[in-house]
C-alpha cells in the first residue's frame, strides 16, 4: 500500500496513490510504504529518483548499516517499532529515508505509532511542519506508546500479584503465573530492546545536524523521556524476578508438602511392618503363637504403633 501525505493549511491529509499519474501530482512531506509492490516501488524510483532495495527491512543488517548519510545528502536510519497485541507481541522493523526534504518508510504491516501519529496530525493544526518533524513525531509517539505498554504490564502484574501473594496458590495456578509472568516479562524485554533502538536513532538525528533548534529542543525532550522508560523497565525486571522467585517458591512449598506427607506415612508404617515381621518368624517356641487372643493382640499393637506416630507428628505440627 501506497500512502502520500501532504501539507494542508498546517494539517497532514492522506492520500492513497493507486497510480503513477496521481503521484506525479502530489507534493509529499511524507511518503509511507506498507509493503510495497515492485510496481509501487518503480513508481518511487521514477517520480523521486529513489531506489528502494527489496532486502530494505532485513533484520540482518549490520550495525553501521542501520544509520548513515549518503554523500548525495540523504539521511537512511532503520529502527525498530513495536506492536503490543494480544496474540504476539513483536518489533517491527522500518527503514527510513529522508531525501530532498520528503520522508520514506518502508515496512512489513501497519503499525500503531503510525496511525497515532496520522490522528493526532488531523486534529491539532500545526503538529507537522517539514519531513524532519514526522520522522520526531514518530519517535515521540513511539516513546508514548511504549511508556503505554510499560504501563499494561504494571497492570498485569499487579494482578499475578493478588493471585500470588494474597491467597493460597495450588499447583495449577501457579503455572497460570508462571505463564503470565513469562509473558510480561518477554513484552518488557522487547519494550526496551525498542526504546534503547529509538534513543540511538534520536541520537544520530542529533548528531547529523539536520535539525533545527526547536526540533533538536524537540529531540532533547524525547531522549529524557526514553531514559525514564529506561529506569522503569529496570524496577519491571526486578518486579517480574520477584514474582517469579515468589511463584516457584510456592511450587516448592506445594511439593514439599506431598513428600513430607508420604515421609510421615512411611515412618508410621515402620513399626507394624517390624512388628508382623516378628510374629512371621517361624520359631517352635514363641509363646503368642499358642495364645487364644494372639492374633488380635498383634493387630491391635500393629494399629497402635500406628497411631502413636501420628499422635505425635500432630502434636509437634509436622501433619499441617
Given at each position: 500500500m501506497?500512502?502520500?501525505f501532504?501539507l494542508?493549511?498546517?494539517r497532514?491529509?492522506q492520500?492513497?496513490?493507486d497510480?503513477?499519474?496521481t503521484l506525479a501530482?502530489?507534493a509529499?512531506?511524507?511518503?509511507d510504504?506498507e509493503?510495497p509492490s515492485?510496481?509501487e516501488?518503480?513508481?518511487?524510483s521514477a517520480r523521486f529518483?529513489?531506489?528502494?532495495p527489496?532486502?530494505i527491512?532485513?533484520?540482518?543488517?549490520?550495525?553501521s548499516a542501520?544509520?548513515?548519510?549518503?554523500?548525495?545528502?540523504?539521511?537512511h536510519i532503520?529502527?525498530?517499532?513495536?506492536?503490543d497485541?494480544?496474540?504476539?507481541?513483536?518489533?517491527v522493523?522500518?527503514?527510513?529515508?529522508?531525501?530532498d526534504g520528503?520522508l520514506?518508510?518502508?515496512?512489513?504491516?501497519?503499525?500503531p505509532v503510525?496511525r497515532?501519529l496520522?490522528?493526532?496530525?488531523r486534529?491539532?493544526?500545526?503538529?507537522?511542519?517539514?519531513?524532519k518533524d514526522?520522522?520526531?513525531?514518530?519517535?515521540?509517539a513511539?516513546?508514548?506508546?511504549s511508556a503505554?505498554?510499560?504501563?499494561?504490564?504494571?497492570?498485569?502484574?499487579?494482578k499475578v500479584s493478588a493471585?500470588v501473594?494474597?491467597?493460597?496458590?495450588d499447583?495449577?495456578?501457579?503455572?497460570?503465573?508462571?505463564?503470565?509472568?513469562?509473558?510480561e516479562?518477554?513484552l518488557?524485554g522487547r519494550?526496551?530492546?525498542?526504546?534503547m533502538d529509538t534513543?540511538r536513532?534520536?541520537?544520530?538525528?542529533?548528531?547529523?545536524r539536520?535539525?533545527?533548534?526547536e526540533q533538536f529542543e524537540e529531540?532533547r525532550?524525547?531522549?529524557?523521556?526514553?531514559d525514564?522508560l529506561?529506569s522503569?523497565?529496570?524496577?519491571?525486571?526486578?518486579k517480574i524476578?520477584?514474582?517469579?522467585?515468589?511463584?516457584?517458591?510456592?511450587?516448592?512449598i506445594?511439593?514439599?508438602?506431598i513428600?513430607?506427607?508420604?515421609?510421615?506415612a512411611?515412618?508410621?508404617l515402620?513399626?507394624?511392618?517390624?512388628?508382623?515381621?516378628?510374629?512371621g518368624?517361624?520359631f517352635?517356641?514363641?509363646p503368642?503363637?499358642?495364645h487364644?487372643?494372639?492374633?488380635?493382640?498383634?493387630?491391635?499393637?500393629?494399629?497402635?504403633s500406628?497411631?502413636?506416630p501420628?499422635i505425635?507428628f500432630?502434636?509437634?505440627g509436622?501433619?499441617?
Amino acid at each position: 500500500m501506497l500512502n502520500v501525505f501532504t501539507l494542508a493549511q498546517g494539517r497532514l491529509v492522506q492520500h492513497e496513490i493507486d497510480s503513477p499519474d496521481t503521484l506525479a501530482q502530489a507534493a509529499p512531506v511524507w511518503v509511507d510504504l506498507e509493503a510495497p509492490s515492485p510496481m509501487e516501488k518503480g513508481w518511487i524510483s521514477a517520480r523521486f529518483g529513489l531506489h528502494i532495495p527489496d532486502d530494505i527491512v532485513d533484520d540482518d543488517l549490520e550495525e553501521s548499516a542501520r544509520f548513515y548519510e549518503e554523500d548525495n545528502g540523504e539521511l537512511h536510519i532503520r529502527s525498530d517499532f513495536l506492536i503490543d497485541d494480544d496474540v504476539t507481541p513483536r518489533n517491527v522493523r522500518v527503514a527510513f529515508i529522508l531525501k530532498d526534504g520528503v520522508l520514506f518508510s518502508v515496512h512489513g504491516e501497519d503499525l500503531p505509532v503510525f496511525r497515532l501519529l496520522r490522528l493526532r496530525a488531523r486534529r491539532i493544526p500545526a503538529l507537522i511542519g517539514d519531513a524532519k518533524d514526522v520522522l520526531l513525531k514518530l519517535y515521540d509517539a513511539d516513546a508514548e506508546y511504549s511508556a503505554d505498554a510499560l504501563e499494561g504490564i504494571y497492570d498485569s502484574l499487579e494482578k499475578v500479584s493478588a493471585r500470588v501473594l494474597k491467597q493460597d496458590v495450588d499447583d495449577r495456578a501457579a503455572g497460570d503465573a508462571l505463564s503470565a509472568i513469562a509473558k510480561e516479562e518477554d513484552l518488557n524485554g522487547r519494550i526496551r530492546r525498542n526504546v534503547m533502538d529509538t534513543r540511538r536513532a534520536v541520537s544520530f538525528m542529533m548528531r547529523s545536524r539536520l535539525l533545527n533548534a526547536e526540533q533538536f529542543e524537540e529531540a532533547r525532550q524525547i531522549m529524557r523521556d526514553i531514559d525514564s522508560l529506561d529506569s522503569h523497565t529496570a524496577f519491571l525486571f526486578d518486579k517480574i524476578n520477584f514474582l517469579m522467585d515468589a511463584t516457584v517458591g510456592f511450587i516448592n512449598i506445594n511439593q514439599n508438602k506431598i513428600i513430607k506427607i508420604f515421609s510421615v506415612a512411611s515412618v508410621a508404617l515402620l513399626p507394624p511392618t517390624l512388628i508382623a515381621s516378628i510374629y512371621g518368624m517361624n520359631f517352635q517356641h514363641m509363646p503368642e503363637l499358642q495364645h487364644p487372643w494372639g492374633y488380635p493382640f498383634a493387630l491391635g499393637l500393629m494399629v497402635a504403633s500406628v497411631a502413636a506416630p501420628f499422635i505425635y507428628f500432630r502434636r509437634k505440627g509436622w501433619l499441617r
